[in-house]
């Protein structure tokens, strides 16, 4: 007999679970609770809103602040053991060590920074932010790995929608700093420590696998919650434009950030709403009345013989015999599979040089801006034109890549190859340092940084499927300090202190033991993204010859075996629902005696 998952009755039944309870363990809700975590789960993209304070604390040179930006940068992104941990645990598991990670790690630069403690050595400093940075990549792989195996045949919508948030929480944590603690920039650093750890603790139990089921609105519903985060954004822009033109008291900065907090959980209604419709329809299906058929009780099962397919011969074989043979794309690549196709090494190079110069432009923003000129006021305005723009990348990628795969066959790495040469764009504005053009390449840079993750993400899932998705996401990720560490370090950061050097020799002077390096003038920055350019422009073209590699397979129907397995649980469902009303049914013919012995 199948066990009745519902009855008859409404909401009587011990197995009817009430509306609440479903909102709470519902798809959608989980991707709310996502959505709040990313959404403060940036604080990697807010270093130069607080890295003058560590400089001058500290008693930093530009060399050894891009030192400790490299780290940052790596543990951002180097995220290879929240992968390999979100493949033997639960997603809550990666969620807790990442919120211990980040608290510690960035309460000890707070103590640091504020005096609190002795002054630490260059390298305790780095391991610090490299902790507090990889958090980023635990709440990252255990929120959106899990969206994504939940929402399979929408993953260019899931993230664009989720790493936008995370492009936008710079933004957002801004907010809650000016409204929690004034202008006091070391309190940003103890903001940063506990808020993002205290939102991942509270939604601990949400975040988890859930069985595919199929929605025909589905993609609708991305677009309202699309449509939520978009009225954020545009506040948020309004916001720092009033607040870079207009002087803002304490309680005007409480009032905005209050309006931002309405605004981030406004995706709840859409979640309720959608919610309440699956809850009447299930309901409904209850309550429909039911024909019988009647069947053999215990029917001999047939028996199966198994097929041997090139992919069930190779689970037989060591993971070492089948690394050069893997599967087609679009199948279950195995870790080491993936690691060893030429289609990863190019993904690799293309986040080293697309990554990479991005990434180096948004840290090194703050002293771009101060070296060119632009008053503390503007320097601020760019490191936030940058947060949203990052989240306007994200969301525009995402779900702009979706739609053109499910209606043209567009490529993803086409449009991967056109961010990279859009990025070029903002890079010989710095350059050349155009009067005023700061704000434009602020906003070009942010916007080629965000829109380039999800489209690499997604690229991997379909590529290589979704079995080690955790784990491989975190490899193409680890690219990313690669590249910043060669371009941010060993390119801008020398070519600055040299031109600093260069000015001072000038003036006749010489530089001072733990004296900090100011350099002013376009001569600071120019050589440097004169190369980050040119090095785009090569990722633009190793991105092309993916496009090449893979015009096949988007050509195909890449999302047909998720489908399939969707329209299998849709009738799993639709068996149990038949199954609730017979047994409801054949309980009332019976009488009383039949609700006796299913008790016993």
Same mark, same amino acid.
């Given at each position: 007999?199948? %066990?009745?998952?519902?009855?008859? !009755?409404?909401?009587?039944?011990?197995?009817?679970?009430?509306?609440?309870?479903? &909102?709470?363990?519902?798809?959608?809700?989980?991707?709310?609770?996502?959505?709040?975590?990313?959404?403060? /789960?940036?604080?990697?993209?807010?270093?130069?809103?607080?890295?003058?304070?560590?400089?001058?604390?500290?008693?930093?040179?530009?060399?050894?602040?891009?030192?400790?930006?490299?780290?940052?940068?790596?543990?951002?992104?180097?995220?290879?053991?929240?992968?390999?941990?979100?493949?033997?645990?639960?997603?809550?598991?990666?969620? =807790?060590?990442?919120?211990?990670?980040?608290?510690?790690?960035?309460?000890?630069?707070?103590? /640091?920074? *504020?005096?609190?403690?002795?002054?630490?050595?260059?390298?305790?400093?780095?391991?610090?932010?490299?902790?507090?940075?990889?958090?980023?990549?635990?709440?990252?792989?255990?929120?959106?790995?899990?969206?994504?195996?939940?929402?399979?045949?929408?993953?260019?919508?899931?993230?664009?929608?989720?790493?936008?948030?995370?492009?936008?929480?710079?933004?957002?944590?801004?907010?809650?700093?000016?409204?929690?603690?004034?202008?006091?920039? $070391?309190?940003?650093?103890?903001?940063?420590?506990?808020?993002?750890?205290?939102?991942?603790?509270?939604?601990?139990?949400?975040?988890?696998?859930?069985?595919?089921?199929?929605?025909?609105?589905?993609?609708?519903?991305?677009?309202?919650?699309?449509?939520?985060?978009?009225?954020?954004?545009?506040?948020?822009?309004?916001?720092?434009?009033?607040?870079?033109? =207009?002087?803002?008291?304490?309680?005007?900065?409480? !009032?905005?950030?209050?309006?931002?907090?309405?605004?981030?959980?406004?995706?709840? /209604?859409?979640?309720?709403?959608?919610?309440?419709?699956?809850?009447?329809?299930?309901? $409904? %299906?209850?309550?429909?009345?039911?024909?019988?058929?009647?069947? %053999?009780?215990?029917?001999?099962?047939?028996?199966?013989?198994?097929?041997?397919?090139?992919?069930?011969?190779?689970?037989?074989?060591?993971?070492?015999? *089948? +690394?050069?043979?893997?599967?087609?794309?679009?199948?279950?690549?195995?870790?080491?599979?993936?690691?060893?196709?030429?289609?990863?090494?190019?993904?690799?190079?293309?986040?080293?040089?697309?990554?990479?110069?991005?990434?180096?432009?948004?840290?090194?923003?703050?002293?771009? !801006?101060?070296?060119?000129?632009?008053?503390?006021?503007?320097?601020?305005?760019?490191?936030?034109? &940058?947060?949203?723009?990052? #989240?306007?990348?994200?969301?525009?990628?995402?779900?702009?890549?979706?739609?053109?795969?499910?209606?043209?066959?567009?490529?993803?790495?086409?449009?991967?190859?056109?961010?990279?040469?859009?990025?070029?764009?903002?890079?010989?504005?710095? %350059?050349?340092?155009?009067?005023?053009?700061?704000?434009?390449?602020?906003?070009?840079?942010?916007?080629?940084?965000?829109?380039?993750?999800?489209?690499?993400?997604?690229?991997?899932?379909?590529?290589?499927?979704?079995?080690?998705?955790?784990?491989?996401?975190?490899?193409? !990720?680890?690219?990313?300090?690669?590249?910043? #560490?060669?371009?941010? +370090?060993? &390119?801008?950061?020398?070519?600055?202190?040299?031109?600093?050097?260069?000015?001072?020799?000038?003036?006749?002077?010489?530089?001072?033991?733990?004296?900090?390096? *100011?350099?002013?003038?376009?001569?600071?920055?120019?050589?440097?993204?004169?190369?980050?350019?040119? &090095?785009?422009?090569?990722?633009?073209?190793?991105?092309?010859?993916?496009?090449?590699?893979?015009?096949?397979?988007?050509?195909?129907?890449? #999302?047909? $075996?998720?489908?399939?397995?969707?329209?299998?649980?849709?009738?799993?469902?639709?068996?149990?629902?038949?199954?609730?009303? *017979?047994?409801?049914?054949?309980?009332?013919?019976?009488?009383?005696?039949?609700?006796?012995?299913?008790?016993?």
């Amino acid at each position: 007999m199948v %066990a009745a998952e519902f009855s008859s !009755g409404a909401f009587g039944s011990t197995e009817m679970r009430s509306f609440g309870l479903q &909102v709470l363990r519902g798809r959608w809700f989980m991707l709310f609770a996502s959505m709040l975590i990313l959404s403060v /789960a940036g604080a990697t993209y807010m270093f130069a809103l607080y890295s003058n304070e560590v400089k001058i604390s500290l008693g930093y040179d530009q060399t050894t602040l891009n030192l400790l930006s490299f780290f940052k940068d790596l543990g951002g992104n180097v995220g290879i053991i929240a992968g390999l941990v979100n493949e033997v645990t639960a997603p809550w598991v990666v969620l =807790l060590i990442g919120s211990v990670m980040n608290f510690f790690g960035y309460f000890m630069i707070w103590l /640091a920074v *504020t005096g609190r403690t002795s002054k630490p050595r260059v390298w305790q400093m780095c391991l610090y932010i490299c902790l507090g940075a990889n958090s980023q990549t635990f709440s990252n792989t255990g929120a959106v790995v899990s969206c994504v195996k939940n929402f399979p045949s929408s993953r260019g919508s899931v993230l664009g929608l989720l790493k936008g948030l995370v492009g936008l929480s710079g933004a957002i944590i801004t907010q809650l700093y000016r409204a929690f603690y004034g202008d006091h920039s $070391k309190a940003l650093i103890l903001l940063i420590a506990w808020l993002p750890a205290a939102v991942s603790i509270v939604f601990l139990p949400i975040i988890r696998l859930i069985k595919i089921v199929r929605q025909p609105n589905e993609l609708r519903i991305f677009y309202n919650l699309l449509y939520c985060t978009l009225g954020l954004a545009g506040f948020l822009m309004a916001l720092i434009i009033m607040q870079h033109k =207009l002087n803002f008291s304490r309680i005007c900065y409480i !009032g905005g950030a209050s309006v931002v907090l309405i605004l981030l959980f406004l995706p709840i /209604a859409v979640v309720i709403i959608e919610e309440f419709k699956l809850w009447k329809t299930k309901i $409904k %299906a209850v309550n429909e009345p039911i024909q019988l058929k009647v069947v %053999a009780e215990n029917p001999a099962p047939a028996e199966l013989v198994p097929v041997a397919t090139p992919q069930t011969q190779q689970k037989h074989k060591s993971c070492l015999q *089948t +690394v050069f043979k893997p599967p087609v794309r679009g199948e279950d690549y195995s870790i080491l599979q993936a690691l060893f196709s030429i289609d990863m090494l190019i993904l690799i190079i293309v986040t080293i040089c697309g990554v990479g110069g991005t990434l180096t432009a948004i840290d090194n923003l703050g002293q771009i !801006g101060s070296s060119l000129g632009y008053p503390t006021d503007s320097i601020s305005t760019f490191i936030s034109l &940058v947060s949203i723009w990052n #989240y306007l990348g994200r969301v525009t990628s995402g779900f702009s890549s979706e739609a053109l795969l499910k209606k043209y066959k567009f490529p993803r790495p086409l449009m991967l190859t056109l961010v990279l040469l859009l990025s070029c764009v903002g890079h010989l504005l710095i %350059a050349f340092g155009v009067p005023n053009s700061l704000y434009f390449s602020s906003v070009i840079i942010g916007f080629c940084f965000g829109a380039q993750w999800p489209l690499i993400f997604a690229i991997i899932s379909e590529l290589f499927g979704l079995k080690y998705y955790a784990t491989l996401i975190n490899f193409g !990720g680890a690219a990313s300090p690669i590249g910043a #560490y060669i371009l941010n +370090v060993k &390119v801008a950061g020398n070519l600055y202190d040299a031109a600093a050097l260069k000015q001072l020799q000038a003036l006749g002077k010489t530089r001072k033991e733990g004296q900090d390096l *100011t350099c002013v003038g376009v001569e600071c920055y120019k050589l440097a993204f004169i190369i980050i350019a040119a &090095v785009a422009l090569f990722g633009s073209l190793v991105s092309f010859i993916l496009v090449i590699r893979t015009r096949k397979f988007y050509q195909s129907d890449i #999302y047909k $075996k998720f489908r399939e397995e969707a329209e299998a649980a849709e009738a799993d469902f639709t068996r149990g629902v038949v199954g609730a009303g *017979t047994s409801s049914s054949s309980k009332a013919a019976q009488g009383p005696e039949a609700d006796l012995d299913s008790k016993t």
